[in-house]
């Protein structure tokens, strides 16, 4: 059965694109370009002519539940509809090629990814190809936006059309060099060859294959039998780049004169400067160049990071209250209780079984491990800007808007991310870089320290899910979940200002909740088995701009799914069913099954466990894919209580398996990859992760309170199973992995102790540390470092 | 303005700066020596970590000042060269598994890995998951799994 019934403009089957670069011209036939330019280009479509029968067909059913016939990455790709634009393969005379691909590159792996498809159609070895990141180029509209893992699913095709017609035109060239036909003659590793051995290299056939004026040309792609690298593993491009400490990130430009630039913030969220009484003073600190007032704190220009810590805490600023100075968890906890949506189903039947839970999921910040960065060089006429972005074009928009200069005056350069997840689809950092350089008229390197990051960042909301399910007679009957949240900023739209801005059309917020949260969430939520009649609904309190909020790796699914996987073990229980055969019989997929069948037969379900340890098992499906998830948890009082300086420790996932199906796996290494991350993830959302709200302040402050998943809570045994192709579709990877192993460390949890969790992470209730002062802003810097060294 | 004099990656190096601007800047703001990366500045995410005289230590908590001039600092820049080689056995292990998605702790994760393969060896023993729990280097990204299996290779052939 396949899981998606999305509609498609042609017959379902393995090779059917999931969108076209250009009209499809039948089986594997596209149409791109040849671009005019001194070597050979070739460009197609970016998602442009995908096309009036597939819109047409694109109605939203009421049911089976959205997300299953047409989900987040649909919507996405449709976005892109309007905008006929292209990205473009070139040949280099040096017989390398280059794609500067209009997407982020933050550790997904996907530069690695594009040069896959390059090499397959061009037949290129891999190391021969460059794959940068584009400048915002405005005219993408919602092109260049990067969310919701959709990358792989919008790149797929127009990467491999505008290689394809490279290969083409090198053929063409070749057989007038070698006095050849092209149907003679076969490209091979970098090389198009003669059958009586004469070859010529792509180097040297770069210019001569050049086109002389752009021109609509029609290309055939492999077919899927025909992949000698896609499905192949392979190791990242940059990984040479990363291990020797040569690859670059924003703080690493050699920007002149951009000087080391921090700003000192308020005690309380979104709080503002009032006044400071020792600017002078500040300014003369050693170091020191720059010291200005800017709407969210007070900027430091220094020769080092080290100094502009200094002078930030040695600022005396008076501060105005933030937007929820009198908030904490429990204010925001019993206004989440106040709004949720009543469950229908009466929770006392004859005759039938319920089951019922409430969840509670805690903040949680991004916390990418390189904090938010920008270098800003503005000047009069012009700026420019180097960063870290999801957003690149909305960007560009917001720089031009704040400088009241032309579109084409800002120049955006998208710099390779330090991690992602979620936070660089929001300018701020930018913003903030753009108003200091103008207001000290030098360029500036700024950079967030760690607890800006933690107490001025950006969190995941926090949520309540409550859900009710019925059954009777070996059948479950109902199950509703009820999902209330504090409002999650979706202003970032699509990446595309005119997007951003829909989502804060007035009354305040409620663009943002009935234009994005709302359908967001049934784009993207489900509940994978056959459980009679279903219902989930999402309600959303306080405005969207209320608390600094935004995805944090995958949107509402972490949580969404480790409440219904809390309550199917329940079900199962109360069914006298097996947690796994539960699932094997009411899965709603046969993808899912599968996943599902293949983690627990590599798992070991069912082997025996020592008391206090348990195995847990789930399932999700998502991103046009499906995982299934197995951990085992020791929760033993020698494990829980095992100390570590600075540290939690508690419960130990010991053993995690998980089974992954994206239809078709581009790099199962990488995807693997991203499946490791995802389960870190979900141990640290299940476990560790969170922040405390307190009047107004987030209490953690680096990552000694903030507690992410370390070497000391990650699994000691990780397997990620890649099930072979299934639709033939790629599907999306970076935030797949994190549902089904959140789910199941909790599962595992209630199971080996008996006690099912009811908020999360786990160790919200206590906390385990001493929150560092708000005023000065910055923990002293160390200077005991040599007493640890080892 | 004070001077400080130490070696970096086998070249000596001198710096005017402040007695307190702690070792990380100079490294990466005054010397442009990138590879030690900034997640936290107080010695707890170690992303910063380097080698001082052949141990793992965090420059972001350590003042310039401190650092005599017979110090021998060691940056990812520096680590092949202490084996003569492009490349050091940790950095072939962690190409070998494909260890990197951002990248940005891996520069710390290396240096505290060779460190760690060291200190378990002086105490008589062959690097083990123990030793490797003790790692306090973050990994935002979650790249755990192939860091432990990408150390116990690296120190086979260290
Ligand atoms: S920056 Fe040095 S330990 Fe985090
Ligand atoms: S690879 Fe991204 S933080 Fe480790």
Request: glycine share 8%; charged share 20%; aromatic share 6%.
């Amino acid at each position: 059965m396949e899981q998606r019934r999305s509609p498609r403009s042609g017959p379902p089957g393995p090779d059917t694109p999931p969108e076209s670069p250009g009209p499809d011209l039948g089986r594997r036939r596209f149409l791109g370009y040849l671009v005019a330019a001194p070597t050979l280009a070739a460009a197609a479509h970016l998602g442009g002519s995908l096309a009036a029968p597939r819109e047409a067909g694109a109605v939203i059913p009421s049911l089976p539940e959205v997300q299953e016939v047409f989900d987040l990455n649909d919507l996405l790709t449709l976005a892109t509809k309007p905008t006929a634009n292209l990205i473009a393969v070139v040949l280099n005379p040096d017989g390398t090629a280059s794609f500067d691909m209009p997407r982020a590159e933050s550790g997904q792996g996907v530069t690695t990814m594009a040069a896959m498809l390059i090499a397959e159609e061009l037949e290129l070895p891999l190391d021969k190809i460059n794959v940068t990141l584009a400048d915002a180029r405005p005219e993408l509209m919602f092109n260049q936006f990067t969310a919701g893992s959709n990358t792989t699913i919008s790149m797929y095709n127009p990467i491999r059309v505008a290689a394809a017609i490279a290969r083409e035109q090198l053929l063409k060239a070749a057989a007038i060099q070698l006095g050849d036909t092209v149907t003679a003659l076969t490209p091979h590793l970098g090389f198009i060859e003669a059958a009586d051995g004469r070859r010529i290299s792509y180097g040297d056939l770069a210019e001569l294959a050049a086109a002389q004026k752009t021109e609509q040309v029609e290309v055939r792609i492999k077919e899927r039998s025909e992949f000698k690298i896609i499905g192949t593993p392979q190791n990242r491009i940059d990984a040479l780049d990363a291990v020797t400490g040569r690859k670059k990130f924003a703080m690493d430009l050699d920007v002149p004169d951009a000087l080391p630039t921090m700003i000192c913030r308020p005690p309380t969220i979104k709080g503002t400067p009032a006044s400071v009484a020792n600017l002078d003073a500040v300014r003369r600190l050693p170091g020191v160049t720059d010291v200005v007032p800017i709407a969210t704190g007070v900027a430091v220009r220094a020769k080092t990071f080290g100094q502009c810590i200094d002078a930030v805490n040695a600022l005396d600023v008076a501060w105005n209250p933030g937007t929820v100075d009198g908030e904490s968890d429990d204010t925001v906890l019993a206004r989440l209780k106040k709004a949720e949506i009543p469950l229908t189903v009466p929770a006392l039947k004859p005759l039938t079984g319920v089951v019922e839970g409430e969840f509670t999921f805690y903040w949680r910040n991004n916390a990418a491990l390189e904090p938010n960065t920008a270098v800003a060089d503005v000047r009069a006429d012009r700026a420019e800007i180097w960063a870290p972005l999801q957003s690149p074009i909305l960007c560009q928009e917001q720089v031009a808007a704040q400088l009241g200069l032309p579109l084409n005056a800002v120049t955006v350069h998208v710099v390779q991310a330090g991690g992602a997840f979620g936070r660089r689809m929001f300018n701020d950092v930018v913003l903030e870089a753009t108003e200091a350089s103008k207001k000290m008229g030098k360029p500036v390197k700024l950079m967030w320290h760690r607890t800006d990051e933690c107490r001025q960042g950006r969190m995941h909301p926090m949520c309540t899910s409550r859900i009710r399910a019925t059954y009777s007679g070996g059948n479950v009957l109902t199950f509703e979940q009820r999902h209330t949240s504090v409002a999650t900023d979706y202003t970032q739209g699509f990446g595309e200002i005119i997007t951003a801005l829909g989502a804060k059309i007035p009354p305040l917020g409620q663009g943002n909740e009935l234009g994005f949260s709302v359908p967001v969430f049934h784009l993207t939520v489900n509940v994978p088995y056959n459980f009679g009649a279903v219902t989930q609904l999402l309600n959303e309190v306080y405005t969207y701009d209320t608390f600094p909020t935004s995805s944090v790796r995958n949107l509402v699914n972490p949580d969404v799914r480790t409440a219904q996987e809390l309550i199917v073990d329940q079900l199962a229980a109360k069914m006298g069913k097996d947690p796994y055969t539960f699932r094997r019989q009411f899965v709603d997929d046969d993808r899912v099954r599968a996943v599902l069948d293949k983690a627990a037969e590599v798992g070991e379900w069912g082997r025996e466990m020592e008391p206090g340890t348990a195995q847990a098992i789930t399932v999700h499906k998502e991103y046009k894919g499906a995982t299934a998830t197995l951990v085992e948890i020791d929760c033993r009082p020698e494990t829980v209580n095992r100390k570590i300086r600075n540290a939690v420790t508690g419960p130990r996932v010991t053993k995690a398996v998980m089974a992954v199906d994206t239809g078709l796996p581009i790099n199962p290494r990488g995807l693997e990859a991203q499946m490791q991350g995802g389960i870190m993830d979900g141990i640290a959302q299940a476990l560790t992760s969170s922040l405390h709200l307190r009047d107004g302040t987030l209490l953690e402050g680096s990552w000694d309170d903030y507690f992410y998943t370390r070497h000391w809570n990650a699994p000691l045994e990780t397997k990620i199973i890649v099930m072979p192709p299934t639709t033939g579709e790629p599907g999306g990877a970076g935030e797949f992995g994190v549902p089904s192993a959140m789910a199941a460390v909790a599962c595992a949890y209630a199971r080996a102790t008996g006690t099912i969790p009811t908020s999360f992470p786990i160790n919200h209730g206590t906390l385990s540390f001493k929150p560092k002062a708000t005023v000065p802003p910055l923990p002293p810097s160390p200077t005991n470092g040599l007493e640890f060294a080892y | 303005m004070p001077t400080h004099t130490f070696k970096v990656n086998g070249k000596q190096v001198t710096v005017d700066i402040e007695d307190d601007v702690r070792l990380l800047w100079v490294l990466r703001d005054v010397l442009g020596i990138n590879g030690p990366k900034y997640g936290c500045g107080i010695n707890v995410c170690k992303a910063c970590t380097c080698h001082i005289n052949g141990k793992a230590f965090n420059p972001c908590s350590v003042r310039v000042a401190d650092v005599e001039p017979d110090d021998e600092i060691t940056t990812i820049e520096g680590l092949p060269g202490t084996v003569g080689a492009d490349l050091h056995p940790m950095q072939e292990a962690w190409l070998e598994r494909d260890v990197a998605q951002c990248g940005y702790c891996q520069p710390g994760q290396i240096m505290a890995a060779v460190a760690k393969v060291r200190q378990a060896r002086a105490a008589g023993r062959e690097i083990g998951d123990a030793d490797i729990d003790e790692i306090r280097n973050i990994c935002r990204c979650g790249t755990y799994a192939r860091i432990r299996e990408a150390i116990k290779d690296g120190a086979k052939k260290m």
